[in-house]
């Protein structure tokens, strides 16, 4: 039940609380029932509350996914506490245990979550071998094995120890294919936090909180300056009066391809899964990364949702001039405006538009208008109404990044500018130790492009205009405090020289796929090397490690039962020397036996010890049972002995 309850444990935590309290219940149960030797409930019952569980999960949850999977499986292991009275299912939940371990990586491939597959199947192999030792107790008709905690934990380590060489070699040379064996749908993984496809107010605020790790980035030549790093996730065009939705036309139109620049970037980017088709990048995307794809206005669309950590490598061009000349129908949707929003605002525009009327003049008294009024850039927001954008302009003035973007794209459009919002993620933390970008779910942002005559789409971030050091040193430059009580300098470090170790293991062991498989192989020698060669080697490899395991674990057994008899003739020299002499043909078992008959006052020590000999040199051999042995027999004296006859008997070996 140890080893269910520690593989259940993060399952439990992912389930509605009433179905964990449901399996604790069936689980406390069952030890209730070892506990005072109850009988298991008879098998319509058990029936009737197995379906019954079944049928309230499946209704209770809905919708089928891996969540839903793992569930009913932690809901059936719970199920069979109710006839686990057998050493077979005992066996059977102790090796169900090991899949759901294993299933926990397919929602969470977090480093932390290593140390649960170690704990948890050091546990479970420990519950394997208490089975094993009340089956040799059985067979043997010797008393029940004790629950030597300290013991199954020590022998459990020791066997997977043994098991790694093999489960390295596996990792290293099972054949890996370039795509899954099977698809995963959309949406069926735990809910994660992230941009969503859509933008109202609020929407990017709700990050600020959360600091988890959105994406690492690599570059060859070191990182762009702080005011460089727009991340580019999403371009968003239609506004329907409080939200900013993609357009499908951009979506669905090719390019401009891209070319290479002089001071183009090179870097590889190891995005977290979230669940959505978008990957991210800097402008422009020279080229797509593999089985994605770039639409007309330089969104990168994945074919399949993100729902494993992701590498690519890519190169964005900075000096790129996006779309220098603008058809009219994509002008027309980059000016789309509901006609009954935010009076106040058309009045603004249509002010502002006679007083400048070149774009550049416009756009840059907009900006200094933020800059120099009393604009706040801030978490603690007001809810706005219809006129949205005439609350934020002219009443609150007060917002984070979405609502300053919202707003000054409100106010180009009706001046006549035709204007965009992107969504993604600014800035960066530059993780000195490790030489890459740590780019979190805090550091999410929008901003604006506007279509200028010969610049073609250009980047303009109202937010840099209200707080430029949210741009130069991140968001939380720009909050006093932190987001709780918990968010210091010294946790933050930490967490940084967390996700350092993090990123290795994403790099060197979750990145192993069958690309770096075959740069592997490559180093070895073998360029060529398909799935029959790899698999041709792999089983050398194996034989080869599986000969040296055993070999190296004969060894030890050979070892140490030359331990376990020397400390025998040890205690028969103890007993010659008392007169007690083995007789020909008899068992050391016979003779302490007789011994102890020979010794009343050592009858009780005499018997223990020719217990723990039986397990030990005749049964399956455990190492507390030889450590037991070894111990009782050094500390063995002989006492009076009351028959003399014993003198005149045979020494001779142990069979």
């Not at 389930?15 to 009988?39: D, F």
């Not at 009275?85 to 245990?97: I, N, P």
């Not at 790790?213 to 070191?222: I, L, V």
Request: with cysteine; glycine share 6%.
């Amino acid at each position: 039940m140890a080893a269910l309850l520690m593989a259940a444990a993060p399952h439990l935590m992912a389930m509605p609380p009433w179905i964990a309290a449901l399996i604790l219940a069936a689980t406390g149960w069952r030890l209730m029932a070892a506990h005072r030797r109850w009988r298991p409930p008879p098998r319509w019952l058990r029936t009737v509350l197995t379906l019954t569980a079944v049928a309230v999960v499946l209704v209770g949850l809905g919708g089928w996914g891996r969540r839903m999977a793992t569930t009913l499986l932690c809901v059936m292991l719970a199920a069979k506490m109710m006839e686990m009275f057998r050493l077979r299912d005992l066996r059977m939940v102790a090796a169900v245990c090991f899949f759901l371990i294993a299933t926990q990586f397919l929602f969470n491939e977090r480093l932390i979550y290593l140390l649960y597959l170690a704990a948890g199947t050091m546990v479970a192999v420990g519950a394997l071998v208490q089975a094993q030792r009340h089956e040799d107790a059985r067979l043997q008709g010797l008393p029940e094995a004790p629950g030597d905690h300290r013991f199954l934990l020590r022998h459990a380590a020791t066997m997977i120890l043994a098991a790694l060489p093999v489960a390295l070699t596996l990792f290293v040379l099972f054949p890996r294919l370039a795509q899954p064996l099977w698809g995963l749908p959309e949406q069926v993984m735990d809910g994660r936090t992230g941009l969503s496809d859509s933008m109202s107010p609020g929407s990017i605020a709700n990050l600020f909180q959360d600091e988890s790790p959105a994406f690492r980035a690599e570059f060859e030549n070191g990182p762009p300056p702080p005011q460089d790093r727009y991340w580019r996730g999403l371009v968003l065009w239609q506004f329907d009066g409080n939200t900013w939705r993609r357009s499908r036309m951009a979506a669905e139109q090719p390019p401009v391809p891209v070319p290479d620049g002089e001071r183009s970037l090179d870097y590889r980017i190891q995005l977290e899964p979230h669940e959505q088709r978008w990957l991210f990048a800097l402008d422009h995307p020279v080229g797509a990364p593999s089985e994605s794809r770039i639409t007309m206005d330089y969104q990168i669309i994945r074919q399949r949702p993100v729902t494993t950590l992701t590498q690519y490598q890519i190169t964005s061009n900075p000096q790129f001039t996006d779309m220098p000349r603008l058809h009219d129908s994509v002008r027309q949707q980059a000016l789309g405006m509901p006609p009954d929003r935010n009076p106040r605002t058309r009045d603004r525009a249509e002010a502002l538009r006679e007083q400048y009327p070149d774009d550049r003049d416009l756009i840059q008294a907009v900006l200094q208008w933020f800059n120099e009024e009393a604009f706040y850039y801030s978490l603690e927001t007001t809810p706005t109404g219809r006129h949205g954008a005439d609350e934020f302009l002219f009443d609150l003035r007060t917002g984070y990044c979405e609502h300053y973007a919202s707003a000054f794209a409100i106010l180009m459009r009706m001046a006549g500018i035709p204007t965009r919002v992107v969504i993604g993620y600014q800035g960066g933390d530059w993780q000195p130790g490790g030489g890459y970008l740590l780019v979190r779910q805090s550091d999410a942002h929008a901003w604006t492009e506007v279509w200028l005559e010969d610049n073609g789409w250009t980047r303009v971030d109202p937010t840099a205009a209200v707080a430029p050091d949210r741009i130069d040193h991140g968001s939380m430059s720009v909050m006093e405090g932190g987001r709780h009580l918990l968010d210091t300098d010294w946790l933050r470090q930490l967490r940084n020289r967390y996700d350092r170790l993090q990123h290795l293991w994403n790099r060197w062991i979750l990145g192993f796929d069958a690309d770096r498989q075959q740069r592997f192989m490559e180093r070895l020698g073998i360029p060529d090397g398909g799935a029959t060669a790899l698999g041709l080697l792999m089983v050398l490899a194996l034989s080869l490690v599986i000969g040296i395991v055993t070999l190296v674990a004969l060894r030890g057994t050979l070892r140490e039962r030359d331990r376990l008899m020397r400390a025998w003739r040890r205690l028969e020299r103890r007993l010659r020397r008392a007169g007690i002499h083995r007789r020909t043909g008899e068992t050391p078992l016979e003779l302490l036996e007789r011994a102890s008959i020979a010794m009343p006052a050592s009858a009780r020590e005499l018997e223990q010890l020719s217990a723990t000999f039986a397990r030990a040199r005749y049964g399956q051999a455990s190492q507390s049972d030889r450590d037991s042995f070894i111990e009782l027999a050094s500390r063995f004296r002989t006492s009076n002995v009351i028959e003399p006859t014993f003198q005149n008997d045979v020494q001779t070996g142990v069979s």
